[in-house]
């Protein structure tokens, strides 16, 4: 066989198992020819779905806030204090208190006071005998436990034209909680200071006192009950200055302070029309005052009767006035809300408006959060009720009305509040028949009721007159009264946790 013969047969034989081994590897032709091709891998099976987590467990329900269980009353002075000794409360966060009354001295009302440190209060001490009245004393505390009180006073010290001055002493606490009173000193002022006044103290110290003056008629300028204020630590104080300088006799001030140092001053003043209205101001830090702004609302009408402003304010400046309207016989209560460092919301009721009704001394207090609680004594029936509200400061609105007192036969008045940080309102009143005792009852933070109101007043002496409640950042309730044994007039006190 020649060599091409034999490359053509090569070639041929190369292409035949060529053909061949393409058939075997692709599976062969339509007759199954040749060897078959593996199988493919099958795909890999899902992974499983991982289990769903499981659900939370849902939060606890908070701890049902317990009742506050007080203290058997016990006595703090033993007089003797006048029927309207009034004694006066400031309790601080961490749990220092004073206490500031009248007490009789030689025929006088002189001032008294007793502080309260880690679990004692002290003996009362004589703060002002005065060589003529020292009347009705307030009192504020600081953040460390030092005092400012302050009182009418008719020694005038030599001042021409001066009957009644403003007074004021200071207490400062020692580092054993004890409290050292200084004399009292008069304010600069030398113009007639009426009743009618009102005090605050800030966490730092500031204090600020309010009260109406005495301008006599000059030439063709008729005289005028102006509302002037003073800053100062009780000792000394800054010159006193007008916060308005308008035509309408001034009467009823109020003042609170936050924790941040935000003031507010309500009061009402004789409008154009002779009505009173409520105005306030407000003071951020150590700001100026700012221009009074008119609260209530009278529709244009000269025989709405605005009068009895109570204020409030929370750690962050946020603000709350509460004032009383009548027309005629139809009487409300109202409210309008400060923004921190802000404008007030215009007035709204917070009563049923169009009602025929009598209310008295409304009481407000506001704990640092902004959330609020209004008391009143509310004479519906032939004997007044207290009533209260709480305030929301999430949503700027007020609850429903709650009765807290519950004896329909007693006269129950001289309301008092208080509201700790976590929403635990205490109401104190008088509940008066032929001879009334002091009573309390508690809120908790959902507006519920937490036992019935409970006798907090000793129950083997006598009448009881003005009862004060204030409680401090751990919830500490705080109370003090008058109450009589026989004719003797004394100060009390109890204490809840």
């Keep these: 066989m020649d060599t091409t013969r034999l490359q053509q047969l090569r070639r041929a034989w190369l292409a035949a198992g060529c053909g061949a081994m393409l058939l075997g590897a692709c599976g062969g032709g339509s007759d199954g020819g040749g060897t078959p091709a593996p199988a493919p891998a099958p795909a890999p099976a899902p992974a499983?779905?991982?289990a769903p987590a499981p659900a939370p467990a849902p939060a606890p329900a908070p701890a049902p806030m317990p009742a506050p269980t007080w203290s058997a009353a016990s006595l703090l002075g033993a007089g003797p204090v006048p029927i309207d000794a009034r004694p006066q409360l400031a309790v601080n966060a961490a749990g220092d208190a004073v206490v500031v009354w009248s007490q009789w001295v030689q025929g006088?009302?002189?001032?008294?006071?007793s502080s309260f440190h880690a679990g004692g209060w002290s003996l009362p001490q004589q703060i002002r005998a005065?060589?003529?009245?020292?009347?009705?004393?307030?009192?504020g505390i600081d953040a460390a436990g030092n005092a400012v009180?302050?009182?009418r006073d008719s020694d005038s010290d030599g001042t021409p034209g001066q009957t009644h001055a403003m007074w004021s002493a200071r207490g400062t606490r020692g580092g054993d909680g004890s409290v050292t009173w200084t004399a009292g000193f008069k304010l600069p002022a030398n113009r007639e200071a009426l009743d009618g006044y009102a005090l605050a103290v800030s966490p730092d110290g500031l204090a600020t006192l309010a009260w109406r003056e005495f301008r006599p008629a000059?030439?063709?300028?008729?005289?005028?009950?102006n509302l002037v204020v003073a800053e100062?630590?009780?000792t000394t104080w800054s010159p006193v200055g007008l916060v308005e300088s308008a035509d309408g006799d001034v009467d009823h001030p109020a003042i609170a302070v936050g924790a941040g140092g935000d003031t507010v001053l309500a009061w009402e003043q004789a409008s154009d029309s002779g009505a009173p209205q409520v105005l306030a101001s407000r003071r951020l830090g150590a700001a100026?005052?700012?221009?009074?702004?008119?609260?209530s609302v009278d529709g244009g009408r000269s025989t709405v009767l605005a009068s009895l402003p109570r204020a409030a304010v929370a750690a962050d400046g946020r603000a709350l006035v509460v004032w009383q309207q009548n027309e005629g016989t139809l009487r409300s209560l109202w409210s309008s809300a400060g923004a921190a460092g802000g404008a007030w919301s215009a007035g709204v009721g917070i009563t049923e408006q169009g009602v025929a009704r009598q209310f008295n001394e409304p009481a407000l207090a506001m704990n640092p959060a902004g959330q609020a609680v209004l008391a009143w004594g509310d004479a519906r029936t032939s004997f007044s009720q207290v009533f209260v509200r709480r305030y929301d400061a999430a949503t700027g609105s007020w609850g429903s009305e709650l009765q807290a007192s519950t004896d329909g036969l007693l006269q129950h008045t001289e309301q008092r509040v208080a509201i700790d940080g976590q929403g635990r309102t205490t109401v104190v009143w008088r509940g008066s028949s032929a001879n009334p005792h002091a009573f309390a009852r508690s809120l908790d933070s959902t507006a519920n009721w937490l036992a019935g109101?409970?006798?907090?007043?000793?129950?083997?002496?006598?009448?009881s007159f003005d009862p004060q409640v204030a409680v401090d950042g751990a919830g500490t309730l705080f109370t003090v009264w008058t109450q009589f044994r026989g004719s003797v007039g004394q100060v009390w006190k109890a204490t809840a946790p």
């Design 130 to 139: 005065s060589i003529g009245d020292a009347v009705v004393p307030l009192v």
């Design 288 to 295: 100026t005052w700012s221009l009074p702004q008119v609260l």
């Design 149 to 151: 009180v302050a009182w």
């Design 48 to 50: 499983p779905a991982p």
């Design 218 to 225: 000059v030439g063709d300028l008729s005289a005028q009950r």
């Design 232 to 234: 100062g630590d009780g």
């Design 453 to 463: 109101p409970v006798r907090i007043d000793s129950p083997v002496d006598d009448a």
């Design 108 to 113: 006088r009302y002189a001032v008294f006071g």
